[in-house]
């Protein structure tokens, strides 16, 4: 009986040391000022206007330096939208203290021209993108009836360059564990695939991106944009799971809320979140 308890105990411990304590960082590489609020919450005032941000989510742990999307930096972008106190993403993660050689995985939300757009600026990291995320932006959105609408065709040639490089790494589902203790999630249909993590640890968080563009959207359970408007239930439920995975909505962290730098500790550009 003593042996036994011993080996559960020598299990738990060793499934604990496993799993990374990690840290998260939110680095806001832009401002994007006087947003129309009803293309990020649905269902709200068309007059309404809010300033948002341009964000990257640093993890780190077990030896990994792991991005949350890989933000934008070419240069069609800054025409079409209005994109103010700009840093290269990889000029921003510097402010955190890493290289941009030192990122050693870049997980994409989605492929949307400023999430994918600089999967280029870190030479030395794994892609990490939806398998079918992947296989939709590279062939059917492109034919008769499909949908390309913010997906940049540079930064859909750098993924299949990169693939080609053996340099990605293509997610295939929902729940699925890509680092230990971290997690990736689908459902919420921003994009024809795109995914969310889940980090776990004494306090776990969820990464949202844009499946939620604001707290706003969790506080009033509205759907942020999605690939078609008969996506939009599925959007609020899986905001719900985001919710019951982290463990509280103050866990999960939006996409484009620059509230995310009010409600954490922030030096400059940097939030310390966990």
């Not at 941009?100 to 989605?110: A, F, K, M, P």
């Given at each position: 009986?003593?042996?036994?308890?011993?080996?559960?105990?020598?299990?738990?411990?060793?499934?604990?040391?496993?799993?990374?304590?990690?840290?998260?960082?939110?680095?806001?590489?832009?401002?994007?000022?006087?947003?129309?609020?009803?293309?990020?919450?649905?269902?709200?005032?068309?007059?309404?206007?809010?300033?948002?941000?341009?964000?990257?989510?640093?993890?780190?742990?077990?030896?990994?330096?792991?991005?949350?999307?890989?933000?934008?930096?070419?240069?069609?972008?800054?025409?079409?939208?209005?994109?103010?106190?700009?840093?290269?993403?990889?000029?921003?993660?510097?402010?955190?203290?890493?290289?941009?050689?030192?990122?050693?995985?870049?997980?994409?939300?989605?492929?949307?021209?400023?999430?994918?757009?600089?999967?280029?600026?870190?030479?030395?990291?794994?892609?990490?993108?939806?398998?079918?995320?992947?296989?939709?932006?590279?062939?059917?959105a492109w034919q008769s009836g499909?949908?390309?609408?913010?997906?940049?065709?540079?930064?859909?040639?750098?993924?299949?360059?990169?693939?080609?490089?053996?340099?990605?790494?293509?997610?295939?589902?929902?729940?699925?564990?890509?680092?230990?203790?971290?997690?990736?999630?689908?459902?919420a249909r921003h994009t024809f695939?795109?995914?969310?993590?889940?980090?776990?640890g004494r306090s776990p968080f969820?990464?949202?991106?844009?499946?939620?563009?604001?707290?706003?959207?969790?506080?009033?359970?509205?759907?942020?944009?999605?690939?078609?408007?008969?996506?939009?239930?599925?959007?609020?439920?899986?905001?719900?799971?985001?919710?019951?995975?982290?463990?509280?909505?103050?866990?999960?962290?939006?996409?484009?809320?620059?509230?995310?730098?009010?409600?954490?500790?922030?030096?400059?550009?940097?939030?310390?979140?966990?």
């Open positions: 009986m003593k042996r036994l308890l011993l080996a559960a105990i020598a299990v738990t411990l060793l499934g604990s040391a496993s799993t990374p304590e990690y840290t998260i960082q939110a680095i806001r590489y832009a401002n994007s000022p006087g947003d129309p609020v009803a293309e990020l919450v649905i269902g709200a005032p068309k007059d309404e206007k809010i300033d948002t941000v341009y964000v990257l989510w640093l993890i780190r742990g077990g030896g990994r330096n792991i991005l949350f999307d890989s933000g934008f930096h070419r240069q069609r972008w800054f025409k079409e939208w209005t994109i103010k106190d700009y840093l290269r993403p990889d000029e921003a993660v510097r402010l955190a203290g890493v290289k941009r050689e030192d990122v050693t995985d870049v997980v994409i939300s989605h492929a949307h021209w400023d999430h994918m757009g600089g999967i280029d600026l870190f030479p030395r990291a794994n892609i990490w993108i939806q398998k079918e995320e992947f296989r939709y932006y590279t062939a059917d499909g949908n390309h609408d913010g997906i940049d065709p540079d930064d859909v040639q750098q993924l299949v360059r990169l693939n080609t490089e053996g340099r990605l790494r293509l997610v295939d589902g929902d729940n699925i564990e890509i680092f230990p203790g971290i997690r990736a999630y689908v459902g695939a795109s995914q969310y993590l889940g980090i776990d969820v990464l949202a991106s844009d499946s939620v563009y604001l707290y706003r959207n969790l506080a009033e359970h509205r759907a942020s944009a999605t690939f078609s408007d008969a996506d939009y239930p599925a959007n609020i439920k899986n905001q719900e799971r985001m919710i019951q995975l982290a463990g509280s909505p103050d866990r999960v962290v939006p996409g484009h809320d620059a509230l995310q730098f009010v409600k954490f500790p922030t030096h400059g550009r940097v939030a310390q979140i966990k």
